[in-house]
């Protein structure tokens, strides 16, 4: 009974096998490439490398911008000096303002008359 049970397959349904047989393994090769590709390891590494490259590109862009600008760089640097010692500045002008109001006019520093005498002490 198990030689009659058994049915050969005709070349079509075996080639359809094989056929299957391929695209399943090539279905799994993918689905293990995409799980390498969307692992929480690698996802990190190539953010972090992402980051890494559009960060070096936009100090190379400004160091670019600073050389070509050296004026205008130092204009923008002193205005954000400025605005952020906007507090400090400030409180210095008024206590400035508030000494001359105290003091009346500033005096200027006199210079000396005194005299050094050439001569020697004689005794």
Known sequence: MSGESVKRESP????ARIEAER???RLMGT??????RLSP?????????GVKHKGADLVEDAVDAV??????????VA??????????LSDLA??????MKGKGKPKKARK??????NTEAVE
């Open 12 to 15: 079509e349904v075996a080639a």
């Open 23 to 25: 695209c399943r393994a």
């Open 31 to 36: 689905a293990h490439e995409l799980q390498e």
């Open 41 to 49: 390891r690698t996802l990190t590494r190539d953010a972090i490398e």
């Open 67 to 76: 050389k070509n600008r050296p004026v205008a760089t130092t204009g923008i």
């Open 79 to 88: 205005a954000l000096a400025l605005f952020l010692a906007r507090e400090p």
């Open 94 to 99: 008024g206590n400035l303002v508030e000494g």
């Open 112 to 117: 000396s008359n005194s005299k050094q005498d």
